[in-house]
Every structure is written in C-alpha cells, then in structure tokens.
C-alpha cells in the first residue's frame, strides 16, 4: 500500500502477497572530494574482472565523471547501483494453483549529488533529486549496457542540476535550521566481492504441486472464507561503484513461505491469522506435517475467534509475547532511531536531543546489528554485509542500560553522528535513507516463563484491575513521525486473552490494537522472560520495502492502551462453501463430490492457551 514519507508500515506478508490478496493485510572521480584525499577513479590498476557488467559500469562511470566535469554546475559524486535479480512465486488457494511464474530482472540506480557535501541537491525535501532509475539488458552486452547507463546518467544530471539551484536559493530565503549538519557523510572507500549468491535451483513442477497440496488443507474448514499458500524464492546479486573509488559485489538468497487465513464474524468483524517461514531455500522449510499442522492450529484460533467477545478499549497492565514485544520495539522505538528522523522541520524528533539520557527502565538494551544471519538458528531478514551506499554493515548499540547512544545512520550526518554506521537501505529505484536491520532487545532483569505470569497476576491485582491483556501474536503495525500528525504508533495484535487475577480460565477476545506515543511507552516495562523470539517482516518507508527482524524476550508492562479496531459490517456469506451443504452436492455425471482428503491430517488442536 502507498504510504506517507512520515509514515511506516510493517508486516510478516510480502508486498506481492498483499496484492493477491487484498483483504488480508489492514494495515540508496568524486569531483569535489578528490581535493579530500578519496582516491581517483582513474588511478586504480585495469581491472582484471571476468564481470563484464562491472567492468562496464566502472569505464562508463569513469567516462561520465570526465565529461560532466565540465559542466555548469559539475556534480562531485557519482554512483551506479544494479540489482541483478532472479525470483519465482508460486500461490495456490483451496487447491488451486493461482500463479506459478519466474524470471529475472536487471535494474540500475544513477545516484547524483551536485554541488558540495555542505549543501547539496538533496537537502531537505529534494533528496529525491539524486535518483534516476531503469532497466538493463540482462546479457553482457557492452555496448547495449553502457548506452543505458549514458542514458540514465543525462537523465539524471538534468535533475540534479536544476535542484541544487533551488535548494542554494532556498538557503538564502529561509530561516537558519537547527542542525547544520552536512548533506553527505565523507566515507572511506570499500572494495568487496562476495559471489557467494546461492544459485537458483527451483524445481517449479515440485513446488507447485506442494503449494497446491498445502492450499488444499484449508477446505476442510468452511469458517474459513479465504486463504492462501504463498511462496517467494529470491536469488540476488547488487554491484556498487562510485567516483570515490568504492567497488563492491555482493549476493544473497532468500525463500519465504507465507500462509494466510481470513474469516468473518458475526458482526462483519474480519479476523485474520499469518504464519511465516524463511530459510535461504525452500529445502530449509519444515515438513509437510509441521506444515499441516500449522494450518489446524491457524483454523482453530479463526473459528474460536469468531466466537470471542470484542474486547473495550482499556488501559491497564499487560504482557506481550516475545514476538509482539518484537514488533512494540520496531514500532515505538526503531523507527525513530533512524538518522533522517533527528532533522529537518517536519520531522517530530522524539528521541534527538536525549543522548546520553535515561529514555527506558536501566535493565533494558537496544542494538542494531545487520552481521548477524540468525539467532539461536532461526534466520534474520534483516542481514547483510553492505548498505545501499556501500558503506560496510555493523553493529550499533543503540541503547545501553535504558540511555540512549547512538541513532542508525546512512551517510546523510546528523548533528554530533557525522559517519555512516552502515544502515542506508532501500529498495532498487528508491533513496537510501537510515532503516533498521536486526533490531534486537535484551534485558538484565529476566525471569522464566511461568514466573512473569505469575508477576502478571500480581500487577493486575496490585492495581484493582478487573484484568489484564496478553498479547500473544501480531500481524504488524506501523508508526507516524512527523510533526504534522500525532507521535503515535499502532501494533495490531491477532490472539489477545483476558487474564483473570482470581483463578478464572483466560478469555480469548478479538477487536482491539496497541495503541500510545513512544516516550510514555517505553518507560512502563516491568520484568521480562528469558527467552527471546523472533519476526522476521517486510517494512515499508520511504526508501522503500526492505526485509528486517526484530528479537524480544516476552515483556511485563504496568500500563498498556488499547482501542478497537475499526471493522466492516459486511454479513459472512450467506451461501456455505461447496461441500457443506445440507444435500448431497452433484458433479455433471450426477456421482457425488468426493470428499477432499489431504495427504496429511493431523488432529484439530484448540487455540494454545499462554
């Protein structure tokens, strides 16, 4: 979904998946910096690559500096960035196959900063001035690809030329901003070829016939009104080069196998349930029996759904799961961590100017750290080794015993972070800007498990409350930064039970999403458990979609707010799913229609209970 710049939303389920399935998801020779002592282009040794496509890259780069050197006003940094891509999707529903397809893309991103790092075209709201995107020949035909690097790059200068000259009049005409800071960061150059990319073997007939059989198990269940089997293999390759000298080649693959069931109550309230695996191929999925028996558990959480009551709004204590707490921390602290969310006008600027200060309860800390692949064996979407802007990956201690200490930064600097720490992210044909990576918390006041519900319990009690909420899974949510609207997040729970402080059995209620602003927020945790969990999600902003991780251990809060949920009141279908009929339904030959049997059938388990 299009998105607001200020605005950020964050999901377990692909863009693509979203797309199909609408209703399911509510919710980037420097002329200039030769003088700094960054190497020139043209004085590195020949290049010896068998890459054709870099070596390209690299002598059309090398020749565009050259020629826009004399230009008026002359740009002092260029960089070309290709995305060599090779993907195949596969989605199925009730058995069916809806789509099986694959292919490869090649893409270019022409990144053009004139004037000077001081002050230069993407100051303020012109940063996307810097950008020009395109396709390329997928062969290694040189001539074809460096008539479209030549192409982009004109393209290019034509936008970035005139943008400086607005934003240096601009300067003269507005009032003194609050941080000075430049509008590039000066980096050392990198140089990196990791080809170790997986390459891509998908055996198409295999997988869609698995996909199909996994669709399949849901139409034993007619309170399931829609659903379907999502898989997403991605092989990749991204190059970088720049005038500064930077050459960097690195790879990547990644399978996610998305499933999504939605359903209706009574009250036209739609009730959704998602899981998601990753693995770097689809071999490293479970097996069909973890598989199916993920699908009755999804099954039977909808249809005890359907049957909660709809929960009130409410403030009181409250416990997320590790994997909700996961999401709470990417929402309410993550994003305003990022770098471009400490300057500019428009920016709210929650956390700027406490550095140094106590902003969270002293036994909890915050890092950032895209190096790490997994965590205690579970794969983290967030890794990688270079940033958009070939800046090398690393590990940011964001907050350290509740004080904050750093911010994410790309390589636009921000007043006393005048470096990059490697998070400018995006996606191809996007900006980079600051994002987060692995987002993962801890905590120096932990206990086990069972002992944080029972300090639940007690919390409820000790404030005369009726009850409280625990909050055992998410689909997501997404925040708000910017000073024109409300400092405010929103995470959207799925299974949320009321807890009794008087021995009474927990209650499964639906309707209601996390809702309040970060400073308060975060200051309200109690204790945690041991035991951290893992999301792994797709977030949107302004650069774009881009895979990231989040890790918490379960969290106790004194005061959590909740409100309900907007909803449809569209009736459920008045007409039951083929099957469920009270008469014997007929195929044309007049025989009667075979019951559906899937391969496997585990027993139907009850909603698990924290």
Known sequence: MALPASSHFCAGLPARLRQLFPNAIRLSVALGLLSQGAPPLDAAPADKTSDVLLLTMQQELLRATGSLAKSDPPPYFLSYSVYDDESAVVVASYGGLLRSFGGRRRSADVIMRVGAPALDNTHNESRGSALTSGALPLGDDRDAIARELWRLTNLEYRRAAPAFLNVKTSATVRSAEEDLSPDFSTEPPQSAADNSAISFKFDEAGWNDKIRRYSAYFRKYPEVYSSGVFLQMDSNKFRFISSEGTKITTGGAMARLVIQAETRAEDGMELLRVETFQAATPEGFPAEPEIAKKIEKMAADLKALRAAPIAEPFDGPAMLSGRAAAVFFHEVLGHRMEGQRQRGDQEGQTFTKKVNQLVMPDFVSVVDDPTLKQLNGMPLSGAYSYDEEGVPASRVEIIKDGVLKSFLLS?????NF?????????????????????????????VKAPELREKFIEEIKKQGKPYGLYFEDVQGGFTLTTRALPQAFQVLPVIVWRVYPDGRPDELVRGV??????????????????????FNGICGAESGQVPVSAVAPAMLFSEMEVQKRAQSHSRPPILPPPGFDTGAAKIPDGSAMPPVKPSVEPPVEPPVKP
């Open 513 to 534: 999403d996390i809702v309040g602003t970060p400073l308060a927020a975060v200051t309200r945790i109690l204790l945690t458990d041991n035991a951290p969990q893992v």
């Open 411 to 415: 390589r636009m600097p921000i007043k």
């Open 418 to 446: 005048n470096h990059s720490n490697g998070h400018g992210r995006g996606q191809a044909g996007r900006m980079p800007t600051a994002r987060q990576g692995n987002l993962i918390v801890s905590s120096a006041r932990s």
